[in-house]
């Protein structure tokens, strides 16, 4: 186990880590992880679940606890929602990924969700890293809004540490002074964390840019950089949404991109093949 | 007590909150804390209590449990760490602030620390929030290392809602570009707060500045600027410390700058005064 | 004329600019420019010259006049590189871009340069924006390190508001709080700024990664974002360089680069075409 | 000459540099600047000569030429300010101080003014920065945005290799990811400048907060960081200025604030004070 620490990376040489998340594997193949930001009501997430499986999502995302600015904001459907998750797996078969923001959650998480979401406000939450650590669940962490490489490593190295190597990075776009974009979306990160460790990392262009308008051309990108997959948010009627609606595609844009996506993938592999 | 949410403010007065901690208040005078970054054993932390309790300390500051980057850092000394601040406390009579990153240590640091310190890392940990805002102990929110203001007084409102009402702001400051300096204090929100907020405020300029030469200067300057406090680390021998070395002011230095404080904080009172 | 400007782009429709820089046209197929960082000799830049024309680049880029942080670090050949790069454009038929910081040498640059580089750092000098507006030549303008897309299109309406309409922005990273790279590259940028304006934009990824290592992968996904080209630094033997050592390729490292690109360029293509 | 570079600050004892403008002294007592953001007609301009005058300033500051974001905002009235602030001198007596952005201009602001000011913009507008350091006037060299201390400091340095030993550097606000003040105040900045130079370094805390609100205690502040001085903008009636109007005191504001500020300053130099 200990050769999976990332500190154990002096090593010369490494083997790729591949996480197993239900059927699906992320760190071989390119992973499609799509859904709502929030679950808001069974039809919507049901609606979000069959659509997405069929355009080709492998995992569907949906938080059910909501990490939000003000305390008066809408904070998420808590248990409800994992309900609501937990029956659109049952439905589509695909294995979900929700955020965990609790110590005290993780048992009751982990019965309904196949991957715990750690977010950026609580990369660097020690105590819950070490808890998820202890845990065998593969866990999405995602970079802290400022994190340097080095710090969300680190991080990671929290979990892998306390005995769980199953993580998955996830870059989401960087506090810059840039406001066209919400966040600034840093796909350079992508070939670093590949330089310097056996971890599998993805991409986020919702949250990283805030605009859907955005979203096609960095998820094509992120192929490009070297991304192991991308996480997108997708609604049935964005305007209706309850959070993050200038950010949502729509389930007819989602497909289009998912062509885009594999047909990029398989453009990268002939464009990297070695030349005879 | 809605009266007292940050939320209210928007009615056009407000009363300045006092905090109690143990017999001391802050938000009335003000307010020295100083203590070692790290509880590291019971001669440091008793040899430290009593220096600065002499040269007219309010509080006594000391981690036990510390959030560091890399998992094989010390990690601090946890509870027992807490009792002997506890023990500190029993001999000196200064009430003790010290970091709480856990909310399953909520009890047991309620019984040994007079207020609770959500350092920066956390200031967007909102289920921690909640739980210290179900208490009663005074909180001492440092604010995040990118935080806007806005963000840094909705973490407050988290704990206000809760129903505690007794929190007070730390500016530690934010991460820029600048090297020379660890962070870079940014002394401007201190009015800034008083403009928008009923909460008192304070500085810490050891790990602002990084730099134990600026830490008077910073203290001078924050006086000025209108801090209810400033919150400083010593230690008997900075250059054995176990960490945050280059910040770290020895006895006899904090001996002076508190004298010089205090004449400033007497400065203040005659510049501010109404002219007759 | 007017029509032009970016602030007649509140019309709901434009047109894209074309840039022509001697026979080449940027905005219209994919642009390669590449060259050294310095033109520190003739048998460096020439050498440089002919690999990179033969390996499929479309303009030649080396700075004459180079901006250094400090006065006593190498400031650049002046004239004379000058005349190197003129030789090089008279044996490779390659059009020249360079830097250009002094209002007094545009005459003598004009003599000898195709296409004017404005630098991060001179983003905002608005002066030189004005005289560089006033000749038609084309002009390649950075990005500043901290500029904002909208502070970045003022630039250009400088230049474009004293009648020259001949302007392609340039992303080259960001500063951000990265330390693995040099600075941020911020490819989100390039279809925000297809989005908003007519003008063309080609990416820099040499001096936003400031490492050989990520170059490759940063090309292919500016391709993906949408960029109308590229520009590289490049040298015989970077460990010899005078600046710029850890982001130069080779001549062999480009060449293999610009068939990946290509191939990148014609997978594109077929990516986006309409589907029947 | 070159015992004043920078550069040569490697030896361990350094000398305070004292600049001259007019029959003021910078670096030795406390400097007070005044004046308009922009020089906006002759009877504006006099009105605050004379109240600024009065209050007790010791330079007049105003703008002739002013760097905007957008081509299409008002540029300053250029030569005909600099008559303005010429007669405004001749008036009252105080000596000038205006941007200069122009290498050609340096003859005609020579003429007029007293001191050049090279403001964040062309920080690193290196032919400017030689230019006025072959010239024998005072320069005020503010602070790049962005700008480390270690990149400003150079900037300096390149006035002086040219010859010119007369540098001020003056801190205005770096840009972070706070929104309720205009930029950040980086007092720590002032100490660090001590450290390590002999030049004198003040303050501009209307740019840097962009509120009225906060001047009085960011002035404040700044003496009690150590600053030689501060630069405030003034106006007869600041909801009627041209540019800036958030952070413009009324004359009446600034006549209060010169009194504070004096007592501050003999209150310092009280705390300081050798204890016997």
Chains 1, 2, 3, 4 share one sequence.
């Not at 492998?58 to 003000?70: Q, V």
């Not at 997959?229 to 959070?243: Q, S, Y």
Request: aromatic share 6%; glycine share 8%.
């Amino acid at each position: 186990m200990d050769d999976l620490k990332l500190s154990s990376l002096k090593k010369t040489n490494f083997k790729r880590t591949v996480v197993s998340v239900g059927e699906h594997s992320i760190g071989s193949g390119f992973t499609l992880i799509a859904g709502p930001c929030t679950v808001e009501n069974e039809t919507q997430t049901l609606t979000i679940a069959h659509a997405v499986k069929k355009a080709g999502a492998n995992i569907l995302r949906g938080g059910a606890f909501k990490p939000r600015t003000s305390p008066y904001s809408f904070q998420g459907l808590g248990s409800e929602g994992l309900e609501i998750l937990s029956q659109a797996r049952k439905e589509t078969g695909l294995p979900i990924v929700t955020e965990i923001m609790d110590t005290r959650h993780i048992a009751m998480v982990s019965e309904y969700a196949d991957m715990f979401q750690i977010g950026s406000r609580n990369m660097q939450n020690f105590t819950l890293l070490k808890e998820v650590g202890k845990t065998d669940k593969p866990v999405l962490l995602k970079r802290g809004m400022n994190a340097t490489l080095e710090e969300w490593i680190n991080c990671a190295e929290y979990i892998l540490s306390e005995g769980n190597p199953h993580v998955v990075l996830c870059e989401r776009g960087i506090r810059t002074f840039e406001t066209y974009t919400r966040n600034t979306l840093d796909l350079s990160i992508i070939p670093a964390v590949k330089e310097i460790t056996h971890l599998p990392v993805i991409v986020d262009p919702s949250h990283a840019t805030g605009r859907a308008s955005l979203v096609e051309r960095m998820c094509l990108a992120a192929v490009a950089a070297g991304s192991d997959g991308i996480m997108i948010e997708v609604h049935p009627n964005p305007k209706e949404a309850l959070c993050d609606r200038d950010q949502l595609l729509t389930l007819a844009e989602f497909d289009g991109l998912v062509q885009k996506i594999q047909k990029m993938y398989r453009a990268m592999n002939d464009i990297l093949a070695p030349s005879v």
